[in-house]
């Protein structure tokens, strides 16, 4: 058994703005569940609504900053989470990273950066929590401090850092650096500096222990120029401490047989029931209640990333077929109007929710019947495994975990059962669209598709396999 600290900004249910908040809220149940001894560290954020006791545990004085340490626990579980008190940043309204008008929080660098001094303090076993951890499990940038300050430590758990998206890095500049009042020897092109100025993500990537991505194909890619950020070469260079583990899912909340928040629930063996969710879907989105014309669903953080503009190019010439899309999702102002006059142009075929909701979210996976992401890069992506537990084909390109999770459908995929949704290899809208179209002839085939969507809701998503890759690499730690 080992003691595993998991420092995470957003922790699902607590708070969320991405797929980083899902595997933060069910990897370490998997991990419990398998014997160790986890306890995950969050800020405390204004916006987190609880539902579970919440207590004060500690104090501690760091910076010239009086701070609290509170304790609460993952909603039905044991998982105990530690969350770093500190209104002073974290108290007002907002995101973890925008504030309530989306302008990314002007001083991030000093938030998480006190977030990371406190994670030190908890790992070294230097607070009353009185807990000595043996793995420090950091994610992100906003944790890519804690790998770099622990080197510095005499003695010290062992690191990890794992790279949910290279695209955030949290990049300063030096005066930053120098407010911010860090020891000057992290200031070297082998720990913190990356050209000039002062990278979060590059303390993790340059001095955890060891490396992980989200997706064994993202591991390669982002040793390549075109994924790399820059920091390809140094990745390179750590690739016998850098691998791909593939995230799971929670399968409790992601279970079309048991989900509250969808009118009918259904299973592979009753696939007839999901007609129900898609005329609930055809409602909500006011489209025409039609069972037979194909849904295409998307569920997205709108930004670049998400492939968005293949999308709105794709969608002026989708609309000479017969189909429905809707959309829900947030983010670039510009995409969100693009989307949105779209529907006002076919209103009978495109409905578009700009916003957050999670309720709805599930009712696109179980009413559509294809889901969309045409990720530009797409370090592990999770949409992609719900839509498949859901029987929602998904359209997928192939890139980072989309690649390693969706099976194309090709001959020899579909007489082996092993094919689960549509794969496209270029970033054009042209290849996503004919790659659509191909969906669509295979939709008339409702044989052929009843078998493609039992071959998906078979799958094993299950956060076991993925869990016990992470323990075997902690004990080699
Ligand atoms: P990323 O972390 O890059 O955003 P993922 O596919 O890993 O991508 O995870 C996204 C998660 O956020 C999924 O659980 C998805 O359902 C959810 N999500 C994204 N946008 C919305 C939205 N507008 N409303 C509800 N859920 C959303
Ligand atoms: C990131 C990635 C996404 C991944 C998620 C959880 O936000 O963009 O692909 O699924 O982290 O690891």
Same mark, same amino acid.
């Given at each position: ?41 969050? $800020? ?109 430590? $005499?003695?010290? $758990? ?6 949910? %998206?290279?695209?955030?890095?949290? /990049? ?70 850098? %691998?791909?583990?593939?995230?799971g899912i929670?399968l ?10 969808? $009118?009918?629930?259904?299973?592979a ?7 129900? %969710? ?53 983010? %670039? ?51 992609q495994l719900y839509s498949q537990r859901y029987g929602?084909?998904p /359209? ?9 999770s969706v099976v ?9 059962k092993t094919a689960t949704g ?30 493609l969507q039992k071959n998906a809701m078979k799958k094993d998503f299950s ?15």
């Open positions: 058994m080992k003691k595993i600290l998991f420092v995470s900004s957003e922790v699902h249910p607590l708070i969320k703005t991405g797929g980083l908040a899902d595997v933060a809220g069910s990897l370490p149940l998997s991990l419990a569940e398998l014997g160790q001894d986890i306890r995950i560290f969050m $800020p405390n954020y204004g916006a987190i609504k609880y539902t579970q006791d919440v207590h004060k545990k500690c104090t501690l004085q760091i910076d010239n900053r009086t701070v609290h340490i509170l304790e609460t626990r993952l909603p039905d579980s044991e998982v105990l989470v530690w969350l770093l008190d500190y209104p002073g940043f974290f108290g007002d309204k907002g995101n973890p990273y925008t504030d309530e008008y989306g302008h990314p929080w002007i001083n991030s660098a000093e938030r998480f950066t006190l977030f990371s001094r406190i994670a030190v303090e908890i790992a070294q076993n230097r607070t009353e929590l009185d807990w000595q951890a043996d793995i420090v499990h950091c994610n992100d940038w906003q944790s890519g401090l804690v790998p770099a300050l622990l080197s510095i430590e $005499p003695t010290r $758990p062992a690191t990890l850092f794992t790279i949910h %998206n290279m695209a955030y890095q949290g /990049i300063f500049s030096q005066e930053t650096f120098q407010q911010l009042n860090l020891p000057g020897e992290l200031w070297n092109h082998h720990a913190l500096e990356f050209y000039g100025s002062m990278s979060f993500i590059k303390g993790g990537i340059a001095c955890a222990d060891h490396i992980t991505t989200v997706s064994p194909t993202y591991a390669l890619e982002i040793q390549t120029p075109e994924y790399g950020y820059g920091l390809d070469g140094l990745l390179f260079h750590r690739h016998n401490e850098l %691998n791909g583990i593939i995230n929670d409790e909340q992601w279970n079309p047989e048991k989900d509250p928040r969808i $009118p009918q629930t259904y299973s063996g009753r696939l007839g029931k999901k007609s129900v %969710n898609k005329a609930a879907l055809q409602q909500h989105f006011s489209l025409p209640e039609d069972a037979d014309i194909p849904v295409i669903g998307l569920i997205s953080r709108l930004v670049d990333q998400k492939g968005i503009n293949l999308v709105i190019e794709c969608l002026e010439s989708l609309v000479d077929y017969p189909m429905q899309f809707v959309l829900l999702g947030s983010g %670039n102002k510009e995409l969100e109007h693009s989307l949105t006059n779209l529907s006002y142009l076919h209103p009978e075929q495109i409905s578009i929710k700009i916003g957050y909701d999670e309720d709805l979210a599930h009712l696109i996976e179980s009413g559509s019947d294809l889901f969309l992401m045409p990720s530009l890069f797409e370090p592990c992506g999770l949409n929602t084909l /359209i997928v390109r192939n890139t980072g975990g989309l690649a390693d194309d459908t090709i001959a020899e995929t579909v007489a082996d549509f794969v496209f290899q270029e970033a054009t809208a042209g290849a996503l669209l004919e790659t659509v179209k191909r969906a669509l002839l295979v939709y008339d085939n409702s044989k052929m598709w009843r078998q956060w076991q396999k993925s869990a016990k890759e992470y323990i075997e690499l902690y004990n080699t730690l």
